[in-house]
């Protein structure tokens, strides 16, 4: 098995970096923000993805027929370690869950109205999965979908929705057959986020940025709006989720902490003395570079698949969030550590190491380890799946 790029793969790879340092722009390439940094949110970020658009870096490994390129996934893979190493806004949520869920399920109408949009960027997505009393079990979702003449009708509440505050379109789960097993009666919808009767309330976290709990009451959906089959909303949404776990949760920033981490203690003092010199620091610094080398292992895995023009597998998708969030965490922990009393101060303060960066990613980490299903699950995945244990309840 080849773990290196081919030299297309790695000429492609060389055009993107050139190009996202010719347009580099620090207004669109925070890497304060963290793993939010992937939002188009504003202004400027959207103007970002559609120069992305107008290089045809959008849809790249969708059918032709749909305005794709149809070439591998790897090329997908290789574009978003870029951006996510630049801070750049990214492909995930348009191209990868929706657009992809679409072309395997959609409708026509539902094709032809959303992907010419997704590939010129011309449209944002929420994603509303969560709720009060389903996060891990998504399948336990309670959003009501009555039908009615015509359409449907939404009432219930969903939380911990990222990018409802900006976005057009709300990509929905509601359940709309109750009689029907967990599993069987959950249907997606895509609605406008603009609806009559949706409320957004915002959620700031821990890291900084904000997402949302929005309410439901009396939302009409027309049936031309509901995504595929009916009743078969929870298997499309395992099947996005894996790919998510892969492209919501880029090593590249990980990589430049660490990076960052190394250079700080090769150059800076604690207590007088050069921090480069404790053995502690060293040791430390040694594991992270290590663990990095195993997740950045773990990546390729998927780099592999994607080349067989397969999806994402279920287990190396498992393993590689498992150990991949958490390390992002041990990496910001540690620097903390060896920053020493000075690492408490907050982000932006003159007196705190590097500006505090390290406190402020230490903070946006905590996020990592549940959104997009926790560590909790990634195990309970590998336990099942991979070694066939049996179900903890
Ligand atoms: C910043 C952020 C952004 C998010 N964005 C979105 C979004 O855009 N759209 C969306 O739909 N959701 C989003 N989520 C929700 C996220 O997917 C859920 O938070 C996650 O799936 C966990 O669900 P929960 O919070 O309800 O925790 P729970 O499921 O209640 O779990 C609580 C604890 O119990 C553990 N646990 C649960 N079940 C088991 C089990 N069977 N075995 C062992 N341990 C278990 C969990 O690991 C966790 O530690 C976001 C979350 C965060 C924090």
């Not at 915002?202 to 940025?209: E, M, V």
């Not at 920033?253 to 003395?273: E, H």
């Amino acid at each position: 098995m080849n773990f290196d790029f081919t030299p297309e793969e790695q000429t492609f790879a060389d055009e993107v970096e050139a190009w996202l340092v010719e347009n580099h722009d620090p207004v669109v390439m925070d890497h304060h923000r963290e793993n939010f940094s992937q939002l188009s949110d504003t202004p400027e970020r959207r103007a970002f993805m559609k120069k992305l658009a107008a290089k045809g870096w959008l849809g790249m490994s969708w059918p032709k027929e749909y305005g794709g390129q149809e070439i591998e996934g790897v090329y997908e893979f290789i574009l978003t370690e870029a951006l996510a190493r630049h801070a750049a806004p990214q492909i995930g949520k348009g191209v990868g869950i929706i657009g992809k869920t679409l072309i395997r399920h959609g409708s026509d109408k539902l094709k032809q109205e959303f992907l010419p949009k997704i590939l010129s960027a011309e449209v944002e997505f929420a994603v509303g999965y969560s709720e009060p009393q389903a996060g891990s079990d998504a399948a336990n979702m309670q959003l009501k979908a009555d039908k009615v003449e015509g359409g449907w009708n939404l009432n219930g509440q969903k939380m911990w929705t990222t990018s409802a505050h900006f976005a057009e379109w709300y990509w929905v789960g509601a359940r709309t057959d109750p009689d029907k097993s967990k599993h069987n009666g959950i249907s997606l919808f895509l609605i406008p986020m603009d609806h009559p009767g949706l409320e957004v309330q915002s959620l700031p976290t821990i890291g900084k940025d904000t997402t949302n709990q929005v309410f439901f009451e009396d939302v009409f959906v027309p049936d031309d709006y509901l995504v595929g089959v009916r009743g078969r909303g929870f298997q499309y949404i395992a099947e996005a989720l894996d790919l998510e776990r892969f492209t919501m949760f880029t090593l590249s920033p990980i990589t430049n902490r660490t990076q960052v981490l190394v250079d700080y203690a090769k150059t800076s003092k604690r207590d007088g003395k050069p921090v480069r010199e404790n053995p502690d620091t060293r040791r430390l610094i040694a594991n992270i570079v290590t663990d990095t080398a195993v997740s950045k292992a773990l990546s390729t895995r998927f780099l592999c698949a994607a080349r067989g023009g397969g999806k994402p597998p279920t287990i190396p998708s498992s393993q590689y969030k498992l150990f991949t969030t958490s390390l992002s965490q041990r990496v910001c922990d540690e620097a903390l550590d060896i920053s020493g009393a000075a690492g408490t101060i907050r982000e932006g303060q003159e007196l705190a190491p590097l500006l505090g960066r390290f406190e402020g990613a230490y903070r946006a980490t905590m996020n990592e380890t549940v959104g997009g299903g926790s560590s909790e699950i990634q195990k309970n995945i590998i336990a099942r799946r991979h070694l066939g244990l049996p179900k903890n309840f």
